[in-house]
């Protein structure tokens, strides 16, 4: 059972950066996946979820509108579309994964101990 996270890199402010997040040995359609991130000296924090089976979506303040999730459960992969990048968006992001029943992950997404499966981060970098 395997959560990998990618897609991260340096981009200028402004730009876009798509994350993906590959689950293996499980199915994903079952499970709310939540994303995080953690810059340095900071405590980690929520991004966004999209909740199990029909993929409903929940945002913190600092990124809605600039941020989507989404999933592809064909290809047991959910991914989160970052624009209109800022510097104070630098961090290494997670993924996680945890499995729910029908309802909808705004309810309990941001509560990182909920929880089971979480990749292994990748770096986002936005500066000039």
């Known amino acids: 059972v395997q959560l990998q996270a990618s897609g991260g890199g340096l981009v200028q402010p402004g730009g876009s950066l798509r994350l993906s997040c590959a689950a293996s040995?499980?199915?994903?359609?079952?499970?709310?996946i939540g994303w995080f991130r953690q810059a340095p000296g900071r405590e980690r924090e929520w991004v966004s979820c999209?909740?199990?089976?029909?993929?409903?979506?929940a945002y913190a303040d600092s990124v809605k509108g600039r941020f989507t999730v989404s999933r592809d459960n064909a290809k047991n992969t959910a991914f989160l579309q970052m624009n209109s990048l800022k510097p104070e968006d630098t961090a290494v992001y997670y993924c996680?994964?945890?499995?729910?029943?029908?309802?909808?992950?705004?309810?309990?997404?941001?509560?990182?101990?909920?929880?089971?499966?979480w990749g292994q981060g990748t770096q986002v970098t936005v500066s000039s």
């Open positions: 040995g499980f199915s994903l359609e079952y499970y709310a």
């Open positions: 996680a994964a945890v499995l729910t029943a029908r309802v909808h992950c705004y309810y309990f997404g941001s509560t990182t101990n909920v929880y089971k499966y």
């Open positions: 999209t909740s199990s089976r029909d993929g409903s979506a």
